[in-house]
Protein backbone atom coordinates (compact mmCIF):
# COMPACT_ATOMS: atom_id res chain seq x y z
CA UNK A 1 0.00 0.00 0.00
CA UNK A 2 1.13 3.51 -0.83
CA UNK A 3 2.48 5.63 1.79
CA UNK A 4 0.52 8.73 2.96
CA UNK A 5 1.83 12.12 4.33
CA UNK A 6 -0.68 14.23 6.40
CA UNK A 7 -0.04 17.42 9.11
CA UNK A 8 0.33 15.92 12.10
CA UNK A 9 -2.07 18.64 13.91
CA UNK A 10 -4.66 21.37 12.39
CA UNK A 11 -7.47 23.77 14.34
CA UNK A 12 -10.33 24.89 12.29
CA UNK A 13 -13.10 27.17 14.12
CA UNK A 14 -16.66 25.49 15.04
CA UNK A 15 -18.88 26.46 12.09
CA UNK A 16 -16.06 26.85 9.41
CA UNK A 17 -15.20 24.04 6.79
CA UNK A 18 -11.94 21.88 7.67
CA UNK A 19 -10.05 20.78 5.18
CA UNK A 20 -7.49 18.36 5.58
CA UNK A 21 -4.90 17.62 3.21
CA UNK A 22 -3.53 14.19 2.63
CA UNK A 23 0.25 13.17 0.18
CA UNK A 24 -0.28 9.95 -1.71
CA UNK A 25 2.37 10.50 -4.41
CA UNK A 26 3.36 6.76 -4.79
CA UNK A 27 -0.59 5.72 -5.33
CA UNK A 28 -0.67 3.46 -7.51
CA UNK A 29 -4.11 2.88 -10.60
CA UNK A 30 -5.72 0.32 -8.17
CA UNK A 31 -5.74 2.26 -5.25
CA UNK A 32 -8.27 4.03 -3.57
CA UNK A 33 -7.98 6.26 -0.92
CA UNK A 34 -9.91 6.18 2.42
CA UNK A 35 -10.38 8.68 5.25
CA UNK A 36 -11.19 7.17 9.26
CA UNK A 37 -11.14 9.29 12.02
CA UNK A 38 -10.93 7.94 15.96
CA UNK A 39 -12.49 10.40 18.68
CA UNK A 40 -10.31 10.32 21.64
CA UNK A 41 -9.83 6.40 22.36
CA UNK A 42 -12.55 5.44 20.45
CA UNK A 43 -12.47 2.99 17.59
CA UNK A 44 -11.80 4.51 14.45
CA UNK A 45 -14.91 5.51 12.26
CA UNK A 46 -15.06 5.12 8.17
CA UNK A 47 -15.61 8.61 6.82
CA UNK A 48 -15.60 8.28 3.24
CA UNK A 49 -13.60 6.81 0.23
CA UNK A 50 -13.03 7.49 -2.91
CA UNK A 51 -10.39 6.30 -6.21
CA UNK A 52 -10.37 9.03 -8.69
CA UNK A 53 -13.52 11.11 -8.55
CA UNK A 54 -14.51 13.48 -5.89
CA UNK A 55 -16.72 11.99 -3.41
CA UNK A 56 -19.89 13.18 -0.96
CA UNK A 57 -21.67 11.60 1.38
CA UNK A 58 -23.28 12.97 4.70
CA UNK A 59 -20.26 13.50 6.57
CA UNK A 60 -17.64 14.85 4.36
CA UNK A 61 -16.37 15.23 0.94
CA UNK A 62 -13.42 14.23 -0.59
CA UNK A 63 -11.60 15.80 -3.41
CA UNK A 64 -9.02 13.86 -5.33
CA UNK A 65 -5.95 15.81 -7.29
CA UNK A 66 -6.43 14.64 -10.92
CA UNK A 67 -3.04 13.28 -11.08
CA UNK A 68 -4.11 11.26 -8.13
CA UNK A 69 -1.07 12.39 -5.81
CA UNK A 70 -3.13 14.14 -2.78
CA UNK A 71 -5.95 14.85 -1.84
CA UNK A 72 -8.38 16.65 0.64
CA UNK A 73 -11.27 15.31 3.06
CA UNK A 74 -13.53 18.43 3.91
CA UNK A 75 -15.61 18.78 6.95
CA UNK A 76 -18.15 21.39 5.64
CA UNK A 77 -19.56 23.10 8.95
CA UNK A 78 -17.29 21.98 11.67
CA UNK A 79 -18.46 20.95 15.34
CA UNK A 80 -16.99 20.77 18.29
CA UNK A 81 -17.97 16.91 18.04
CA UNK A 82 -15.30 16.63 15.18
CA UNK A 83 -12.29 17.06 17.38
CA UNK A 84 -10.96 13.51 16.43
CA UNK A 85 -7.58 12.31 14.67
CA UNK A 86 -8.36 11.76 11.01
CA UNK A 87 -6.11 8.90 9.47
CA UNK A 88 -6.01 8.62 5.38
CA UNK A 89 -5.46 5.48 3.78
CA UNK A 90 -4.02 4.23 0.50
CA UNK A 91 -4.75 0.73 -0.42
CA UNK A 92 -6.29 -1.73 -2.89
CA UNK A 93 -10.36 -1.48 -2.58
CA UNK A 94 -11.02 -5.44 -2.62
CA UNK A 95 -7.78 -6.34 -0.84
CA UNK A 96 -8.64 -9.61 0.71
CA UNK A 97 -6.56 -9.22 3.50
CA UNK A 98 -8.58 -6.17 4.30
CA UNK A 99 -5.63 -4.69 6.89
CA UNK A 100 -6.17 -0.81 7.86
CA UNK A 101 -2.14 0.80 7.87
CA UNK A 102 -2.89 3.46 10.10
CA UNK A 103 0.00 6.18 9.84
CA UNK A 104 0.20 8.86 12.56
CA UNK A 105 -2.80 11.30 11.26
CA UNK A 106 -4.10 14.93 11.69
CA UNK A 107 -5.07 16.12 15.30
CA UNK A 108 -7.89 18.42 14.32
CA UNK A 109 -8.37 20.63 16.88
CA UNK A 110 -12.39 22.14 16.32
CA UNK A 111 -12.46 25.82 18.49
CA UNK A 112 -15.13 27.77 19.61
CA UNK B 1 -28.41 -2.08 15.91
CA UNK B 2 -24.95 -3.12 14.06
CA UNK B 3 -22.14 -3.28 15.88
CA UNK B 4 -19.23 -4.78 17.12
CA UNK B 5 -18.75 -5.51 20.75
CA UNK B 6 -15.49 -6.04 22.98
CA UNK B 7 -15.22 -6.82 26.66
CA UNK B 8 -14.04 -6.36 29.11
CA UNK B 9 -13.79 -2.74 28.41
CA UNK B 10 -11.28 -2.21 31.03
CA UNK B 11 -8.36 -4.70 32.67
CA UNK B 12 -5.84 -4.76 35.04
CA UNK B 13 -4.43 -7.79 35.72
CA UNK B 14 -0.37 -9.56 36.55
CA UNK B 15 2.44 -10.72 34.66
CA UNK B 16 1.42 -14.35 33.49
CA UNK B 17 -2.32 -14.75 34.62
CA UNK B 18 -3.99 -15.63 31.22
CA UNK B 19 -6.15 -13.96 29.77
CA UNK B 20 -9.02 -13.79 26.97
CA UNK B 21 -10.91 -10.32 25.63
CA UNK B 22 -13.57 -11.12 23.53
CA UNK B 23 -14.73 -9.82 20.19
CA UNK B 24 -18.71 -9.97 18.75
CA UNK B 25 -19.97 -8.82 15.61
CA UNK B 26 -23.60 -8.88 14.76
CA UNK B 27 -23.13 -7.57 10.49
CA UNK B 28 -22.33 -11.28 9.46
CA UNK B 29 -19.20 -10.19 8.28
CA UNK B 30 -15.96 -12.55 7.31
CA UNK B 31 -13.56 -10.36 8.25
CA UNK B 32 -12.26 -9.76 11.75
CA UNK B 33 -9.61 -7.98 13.16
CA UNK B 34 -7.67 -7.47 16.24
CA UNK B 35 -5.38 -3.98 16.58
CA UNK B 36 -3.40 -2.81 19.48
CA UNK B 37 -2.56 0.95 19.63
CA UNK B 38 0.04 2.71 21.60
CA UNK B 39 1.36 6.14 21.53
CA UNK B 40 3.62 7.02 19.10
CA UNK B 41 3.52 3.96 16.62
CA UNK B 42 -0.77 4.13 16.13
CA UNK B 43 -2.86 1.14 15.49
CA UNK B 44 -1.25 -2.13 15.02
CA UNK B 45 -2.39 -5.15 13.34
CA UNK B 46 -2.25 -8.04 15.45
CA UNK B 47 -4.02 -10.95 14.04
CA UNK B 48 -7.27 -10.99 11.43
CA UNK B 49 -9.20 -13.96 10.19
CA UNK B 50 -11.10 -13.91 6.89
CA UNK B 51 -13.73 -16.46 8.10
CA UNK B 52 -14.58 -19.13 10.03
CA UNK B 53 -11.65 -21.50 11.03
CA UNK B 54 -8.84 -18.97 9.05
CA UNK B 55 -6.84 -16.97 10.88
CA UNK B 56 -3.20 -14.97 9.92
CA UNK B 57 -0.75 -12.93 12.09
CA UNK B 58 -0.47 -9.24 11.34
CA UNK B 59 2.22 -7.08 12.32
CA UNK B 60 2.35 -8.14 15.35
CA UNK B 61 1.41 -11.51 16.85
CA UNK B 62 3.86 -12.55 19.45
CA UNK B 63 2.52 -13.06 22.77
CA UNK B 64 -1.15 -13.46 21.34
CA UNK B 65 -3.53 -16.31 20.52
CA UNK B 66 -6.93 -16.06 18.30
CA UNK B 67 -9.46 -18.06 17.26
CA UNK B 68 -12.62 -18.43 15.08
CA UNK B 69 -15.22 -21.14 15.46
CA UNK B 70 -18.20 -18.87 14.49
CA UNK B 71 -17.90 -16.29 12.18
CA UNK B 72 -19.59 -14.19 14.86
CA UNK B 73 -16.74 -14.31 17.35
CA UNK B 74 -13.19 -13.75 17.76
CA UNK B 75 -11.37 -13.78 20.84
CA UNK B 76 -7.86 -12.12 21.77
CA UNK B 77 -5.78 -14.39 23.79
CA UNK B 78 -2.93 -13.82 25.78
CA UNK B 79 -1.66 -16.84 27.67
CA UNK B 80 0.84 -14.99 29.61
CA UNK B 81 0.71 -11.38 29.56
CA UNK B 82 3.95 -9.20 29.99
CA UNK B 83 3.98 -5.36 30.74
CA UNK B 84 4.81 -4.86 26.96
CA UNK B 85 1.25 -5.95 26.22
CA UNK B 86 -0.17 -2.74 28.12
CA UNK B 87 -2.15 -1.07 25.29
CA UNK B 88 -5.68 -0.20 24.31
CA UNK B 89 -7.12 -3.25 22.20
CA UNK B 90 -9.91 -2.73 19.20
CA UNK B 91 -11.32 -5.09 17.38
CA UNK B 92 -12.70 -4.62 13.84
CA UNK B 93 -14.87 -6.65 10.75
CA UNK B 94 -15.67 -5.80 7.81
CA UNK B 95 -16.94 -7.83 4.42
CA UNK B 96 -14.67 -8.77 1.80
CA UNK B 97 -13.89 -8.22 -1.16
CA UNK B 98 -15.96 -4.77 -0.84
CA UNK B 99 -14.93 -1.98 -2.56
CA UNK B 100 -16.19 0.16 0.40
CA UNK B 101 -14.22 -1.98 2.72
CA UNK B 102 -15.63 -0.25 5.68
CA UNK B 103 -14.39 -1.25 9.24
CA UNK B 104 -16.49 -1.37 11.96
CA UNK B 105 -14.24 -1.08 14.88
CA UNK B 106 -15.53 -1.93 18.75
CA UNK B 107 -15.01 0.43 21.74
CA UNK B 108 -11.92 -0.82 22.52
CA UNK B 109 -10.64 -2.68 25.83
CA UNK B 110 -7.55 -1.09 27.41
CA UNK B 111 -5.28 -3.19 29.13
CA UNK B 112 -3.00 -2.91 31.89
CA UNK B 113 -0.32 -6.28 32.78
CA UNK B 114 1.49 -5.17 36.38
Known amino acids: DAKTTQPPSMDCAEGRAANLPCNHSTISGNEYVYWYRQIHSQGPQYIIH???NNETNEMASLIITEDRKSSTLILPHATLRDTAVYYC?????????????FGGGTRLMVKP | EAQVTQNPRYLITVTGKKLTVTCSQNMNHEYMSWYRQDPGLGLRQIYYSMNVEVTDKGDVPEGYKVSRKEKRNFPLILESPSPNQTSLYFCASSGIGLVRNEQFFGPGTRLTVL
Open chain 1, 89 to 101: IVRVGNNAGNMLT
Open chain 1, 50 to 52: GLK
